[in-house]
């Protein structure tokens, strides 16, 4: 279960990913928006949480 965030990530990004190639038109370009989550399953790194100051981390130092 430890890994269960990084995994819906990929799969979330993968299916925002997969509109490129299953909508025509302008709007297929949201599909883009799926690397997002990608990336940070990959690196292990969420931008966003750095800049709003989000911490996930229970262990206290």
């Given at each position: 279960?430890?890994?269960?965030?990084?995994?819906?990530?990929?799969?979330?990004?993968?299916?925002?990913?997969?509109?490129?190639f299953?909508?025509?038109?302008n709007?297929?370009?949201?599909?883009?928006?799926?690397?997002?989550?990608?990336?940070?399953?990959?690196?292990n790194f969420?931008p966003?949480?750095?800049?709003?100051?989000?911490?996930?981390c229970?262990?206290?130092?």
């Amino acid at each position: 279960m430890k890994n269960f965030g990084k995994v819906f990530r990929f799969i979330i990004g993968f299916i925002l990913l997969s509109i490129l190639f299953l909508v025509e038109g302008n709007l297929k370009y949201l599909g883009l928006i799926g690397l997002f989550p990608i990336l940070t399953a990959v690196f292990n790194f969420c931008p966003l949480r750095s800049i709003f100051g989000i911490k996930t981390c229970k262990i206290k130092k």
